[in-house]
């Protein structure tokens, strides 16, 4: 049960620095970060920024892609980003 709540409280962190990153890029604006915080379910969150980002072209989803890289090449590697 412990190592589920370690994992749970990595993902989070994981979207938490995302979100941060995506919003210090100006690939976010200051309603969808907010509307992002806003959601409770993680799934939710992640599929809202996901379109949103894949939304706006290829220049906002290659910062996402290369940020995940840097934070998480494990993720990345384990989804086919690497």
Same mark, same amino acid.
């Given at each position: 049960?412990?190592?589920?709540?370690?994992? *749970?409280? &990595?993902?989070?962190?994981?979207? #938490?620095?995302?979100?941060?990153?995506?919003? /210090?890029?100006?690939?976010?604006?200051?309603?969808?970060? $907010?509307? &992002?915080?806003?959601?409770?379910?993680? +799934?939710?969150? *992640?599929?809202?920024?996901?379109?949103?980002? #894949?939304?706006?072209? $290829? *220049? &906002?989803?290659? /910062?996402?892609? /290369? !940020?995940? #890289? /840097?934070?998480?090449? !494990?993720?990345?590697?384990?989804? +086919?980003?690497?």
């Amino acid at each position: 049960m412990r190592r589920l709540q370690d994992v *749970a409280s &990595a993902m989070n962190n994981l979207q #938490r620095s995302l979100l941060d990153k995506l919003f /210090e890029k100006k690939v976010l604006t200051d309603s969808e970060r $907010e509307t &992002a915080d806003e959601m409770q379910n993680r +799934g939710d969150k *992640a599929r809202f920024v996901l379109d949103t980002v #894949r939304r706006k072209g $290829e *220049a &906002a989803s290659s /910062e996402m892609i /290369e !940020f995940l #890289r /840097e934070v998480d090449p !494990f993720l990345c590697k384990h989804i +086919g980003l690497i």
